[in-house]
């Protein structure tokens, strides 16, 4: 081949290529645009005053399309498919008690992203910002509103590599008080003091201002971990439980549950915990739920779950009873306000 | 491109009038082949292809597929072990004929590929099962890339060849992110934008490397390449048993012994980066843009550092880098206050790179005969890369049990330790 050849060839290349390279961002550019427009059959969205103590209201990330999507909306939590009033605030995750929200956030910079939790008072207005490490992955506040955490991934850094690991942070809401990592804690493994360097904590869920449970993972296995706050002490509770939530009156947890002989692509089950006995209950859930749950009220409890415009919100009973129902269309985050 | 041509007149100011001792007479071939420009380009733009992808892997699976990552890296020894092993066979089938470019238009062509499957795969495992495919290709793909850089090089400049493709490697992996984050700030969640760009960007090196790398390299060294064409020259076929035989020259054993014991050393950048932030409080938000900081002064100094390489010694520069490495270790375990003092430790953690990575190959190339070049390059270069590995096992192990004062400590007593091993094996006149 000669010369001016390849030199042809390495242009109608670079053209070809180029195009498809330069089509492909403008398709996807116009279907940032078509989100952005309202969907025919879509509940109605507009903007207004969204308040974390807004008696009886559900805030959560709006996904449904529209000039308002991924902002957080509020409804009447007994009637979810009302028309939804959105606050121009968005976030990776979200959540909500007593009037103080976290929002994990991200900011465009010019040397890419980067990731703020920000914590919001009752009219969603930021009182601190902290700076993360990674992408956002849980988030909870405590039932008083005193104490938040959150949980990012962070590394993944590597040629084409993945490496992750979690990272989760507790802030004192009332001091600002953080502590960076929760691997500071000391660990108790089956009541003996534990040190691993692959030791991973992630989905706190709180008790009340001084104890939490959260994940702990280490050697390809997880455990439920009960936390306290004043001694700064992990303790391992059972082995196989990710991503706990514990019940408004603090006896039991619902939890994602590895269970095998599944498809590792949909690994896991929603169980429910009675922590006085220790007996696991199977939710009436049959899909896979990689999501920490929320509790609507003593009875029942909300995940998301892949739909047709992002994710929508299910509910079914923690008791194993009853059957799945969808609560919202394309919605992601619930909190129960008020 | 610019960075190759800039190379002869920074040298030049450099101010050495005779091209040096190491140079041979008459021979002071000042500007780099095009194959090593074509080799560079493609290195250049296949990392801007693969480094758009890591750049947005966490984002995309977290808030993109919403999913968990964790145990992400669990396969990560697999995948490291399995890199190594094809990197010896791509390394091995290179030599077997003569085929470098072949075997490395496989590599280069395999990541490729990888990239449009990342729009189909929306599970973990999927996922996972791409990245290793595209690990394996950049594994088959390094040993004949880097014979190819050597058998088109005058012996005698090779350190300025490998160092100019590394500049440029390194430049299109801080291209990479930049390019990805420029894709989603036109197409907001545009991941699938992301990966079709991405995959353009590396059938785009597919390209330049067809066009513009010659099936035979003809630089100056490969007159024992001819040789392989047809036993009939006497010259012996290349066997598995002739590339495990390398190791029984000296000073390719010596090499290897010594990569890998420095390798065993060399901690992981991820902790270099961890202890930066526990030692020298480093903010969080800094945090990503550590990375970045090490692979600037990569990118500036690779050329110099294979300029100075081709004149006092690829060896003598080697042992220097991981003097560099064994500064840097030291300014983490003293932590002196200062807002110069974690710069100076992303100054010293570049030079090693600069100094090491394509010293080392281009040393290695001196060693090794023209027609197991590409096995040779392979060894020695797995060899290190598995021992850096066992490294950052061990240091992830101790880190925990010992505390990361006692690591570092370790870490230096064992650098200064095989440093001194390596200066007195190494002594001595180096082949060419």
């Not at chain 2, 992110?177 to 036109?186: H, I, M, R, Y």
Request: glycine fraction near 12%; proline fraction near 6%; include cysteine.
């Amino acid at each position: 081949m000669s010369r001016r050849a390849r030199v042809v060839a390495l242009l109608a290349g670079v053209v070809l290529l180029g195009s498809v390279a330069f089509a492909s961002v403008l398709h996807a550019a116009g279907r940032a645009g078509e989100r952005d427009r309202p969907r025919p059959g879509g509940p109605s969205v507009a903007a207004g005053a969204v308040r974390l103590d807004a008696r009886g209201a559900m805030v959560f990330r709006n996904m449904e399309w529209g000039p308002h999507r991924d902002e957080l909306v509020s409804v009447p939590a007994a009637d979810p498919g009302a028309a939804r009033t959105a606050a121009p605030v968005r976030c990776l995750r979200f959540h909500a008690a007593a009037g103080v929200g976290v929002c994990l956030r991200k900011v465009d910079g010019a040397l890419g992203e980067s990731y703020f939790a920000s914590i919001v008072d009752s009219g969603l207005r930021t009182l601190r910002d902290y700076p993360l490490a990674g992408v956002p992955s849980r988030t909870r506040v405590s039932p008083s509103g005193h104490l938040a955490a959150w949980t990012v991934f962070a590394g993944g850094d590597s040629y084409a590599g993945g490496d992750f690991s979690t990272r989760t942070s507790i802030v004192d809401v009332r001091t600002g008080a953080l502590t960076a990592s929760l691997e500071s804690y000391a660990i108790v493994k089956d009541g003996r003091p534990y040190h691993a360097a692959d030791v991973n904590l992630w989905g706190v869920t709180f008790a009340d201002d001084a104890r939490f449970y959260a994940t702990l993972a280490t050697k390809g296995r997880t455990y439920l971990v009960r936390g306290d706050l004043a001694t700064r002490t992990v303790t391992t509770v059972r082995a196989n439980v990710e991503c706990p939530s514990l019940s408004p009156d603090g006896t039991r947890l619902v939890f994602k549950k590895r269970v095998a002989g599944l498809s590792p692509d949909e690994p896991w089950r929603l169980y429910a915990l009675d922590l006085a006995s220790m007996r696991e209950t199977p939710l009436a859930e049959g899909r896979s739920v990689d999501d920490q749950v929320v509790w609507a009220d003593a009875r029942t409890v909300v995940y998301g779950l892949a739909g047709d415009f992002g994710a929508d919100l299910w509910s079914v009973p923690a008791d194993g009873s009853g059957a799945p129902r969808r609560v919202a269309g394309a919605a992601l985050n619930p909190a129960y306000v008020g | 491109m610019y960075l190759a041509e800039r190379g002869p007149d920074q040298a030049a100011e450099s101010g050495d009038p005779s091209p040096g001792s190491a140079v041979r007479p008459g021979r002071a071939v000042r500007a780099v082949p095009a194959t090593v420009l074509a080799l560079g380009t493609v290195s250049l733009i296949t990392d801007v292809s693969s480094e758009m992808v890591a750049a947005v892997l966490p984002l995309y699976l977290v808030a993109g597929l919403g999913l968990s990552p964790l145990g992400f890296g669990l396969l990560d020894g697999v995948y490291n072990g399995v890199s190594g092993l094809v990197r010896l066979f791509g390394g091995h089938l290179a030599d077997r004929g003569g085929r470098h470019k072949a075997v490395a238009l496989a590599g280069y062509g395999l990541s490729a590929l990888c990239k449009p499957l990342l729009l189909l795969a929306h599970t973990l495992p999927a996922i996972g099962a791409v990245l290793a495919l595209d690990r394996a290709g950049k594994g088959l793909r390094t040993a004949p890339r880097d014979a190819l850089i050597s058998l088109s090089t005058p012996p005698e400049t090779r350190g300025r060849a490998f160092g100019v493709h590394r500049a440029m490697d390194t430049g299109g992996a801080l291209l990479g992110p930049l390019a990805a984050f420029l894709v989603l700030g036109a197409a907001a969640e545009g991941y699938d934008a992301v990966f079709t760009v991405s995959f353009c960007a590396a059938a785009l090196g597919v390209l330049v490397l067809v066009l513009f790398v010659p099936s035979r390299p003809t630089g100056p060294d490969t007159r024992p390449a001819a040789a392989r064409d047809g036993a009939a020259d006497g010259a012996p076929p290349v066997t598995l048993r002739s590339a495990v035989a390398l190791l029984g020259r000296p000073e390719v054993r010596r090499l290897a012994v010594c990569a890998a014991l420095l390798g065993l050393t060399t901690v992981s950048d991820a902790f270099v980066y961890l202890m930066l932030r526990h030692r020298l409080g480093i903010a969080e938000q800094w945090f990503p843009l550590l990375p970045l900081g090490t692979a600037v002064v990569f990118l500036l100094l690779a050329l110099p550092l294979g300029v100075l390489a081709d004149r006092v010694g690829r060896r003598r520069v080697f042992l220097a880098g991981h003097l560099a490495l064994l500064a840097a270790y030291g300014l983490l375990l003293a932590a002196p206050a200062g807002p110069v003092v974690p710069f100076a430790v992303l100054a010293l953690h570049g030079a090693f790179y600069a100094a090491t990575d394509g010293v080392l190959a281009a040393a290695a190339a001196g060693a090794v005969p023209a027609e197991l070049r590409a096995s040779g390059l392979a060894l020695i270069g797995t060899g290190q890369a598995l021992a850096r590995f066992c490294c950052s096992i061990a240091v992830g192990a101790a880190w925990t049990a010992l505390g990361d004062r006692a690591v570092l400590r370790a870490a230096m007593a064992g650098l200064a330790l095989c440093a001194a091993w390596a200066a007195y094996a190494l002594r001595g006149r180096e082949a060419r």
